[in-house]
């Protein structure tokens, strides 16, 4: 079995302008993404656009664990960008650019059967700040109630929690849908309104802009 799970994840969004979005995205397709998958510790990965919150694109990246961007590879390879790596130069010509890595933290370990798993066809991502002095409450009901009640929803892939390692907010949250109406649905809406975390943690937390946000996998292509 080929690993595509790993103990960590890049995630990179931006909104793109439009005079810079066809370049933008053969960049994508057709360079980086196979550019980066060559390198030691990526172990797979998809572009997402979002269908509801944002920024527009989403790029994820599965790595064996945080190291994958440490490494002298990654990091020559950032040294040395192309010249359409140095044409679209996404934190400039990007808007709301933001680039997380992160380790997960639920589940603790990951099952030998997931680790063959490909990319989600649908993702909702979550990024949140949490103050601290309701942080283990907060993880203590998200891995205790919320998650294992929304992994029983029709739909529901996995639900996977990590900590930035770089980049921010704090946490982040990924759902795994079989597909992007999943947060539509009767069933999810009824869960979430039976949700109580406010109330356990006794505070709130902060969302980034444009979180959570609702993504279709645009590469690999979807049939459906």
């Known amino acids: 079995m080929v690993q595509k799970k790993?103990?960590?994840l890049m995630m990179v969004f931006v909104d793109i302008d439009p005079e810079y979005d066809a370049d933008f995205n053969a960049w994508y397709n057709e360079e980086h993404v196979d550019d980066l998958l060559r390198l030691p510790g990526f172990l797979n990965a998809a572009r997402y656009e979002a269908l509801r919150g944002g920024p527009r694109y989403l790029a994820?990246?599965?790595?064996?664990?945080?190291?994958a961007v440490q490494s002298e590879d990654y990091l020559n390879f950032h040294r040395n960008p192309s010249e359409w790596t140095q044409r679209i130069s996404l934190s400039t010509k990007g808007r709301n650019y933001a680039?997380?890595?992160c380790a997960?933290?639920?589940?603790k370990e990951s099952d030998s059967h997931v680790l063959g798993r490909g990319m989600a066809p649908a993702i909702q991502v979550g990024r949140m700040e949490v103050p601290p002095a309701i942080e283990a409450k907060y993880n203590e009901y998200y891995d205790t109630v919320r998650t294992p009640a929304n992994l029983e929803l029709?739909?529901?892939i996995a639900v996977r929690r990590?900590?930035?390692v770089e980049g921010g907010p704090k946490y982040m949250t990924v759902?795994?849908?079989e597909h992007e109406k999943v947060p539509e649905t009767q069933a999810w809406r009824e869960r979430s309104a039976l949700d109580r975390m406010h109330e356990y943690i006794g505070g709130t937390y902060g969302h980034a802009p444009g979180s959570p946000g609702v993504y279709r996998r645009i590469l690999p292509s979807r049939s459906f």
């Open 162 to 164: 990590y900590n930035a």
């Open 154 to 156: 029709p739909g529901c």
């Open 104 to 107: 997960q933290v639920y589940p």
């Open 99 to 101: 680039r997380i890595v």
């Open 175 to 177: 759902y795994e849908f």
């Open 60 to 67: 994820c990246y599965e790595l064996e664990s945080v190291e």
């Open 6 to 8: 790993g103990t960590a």
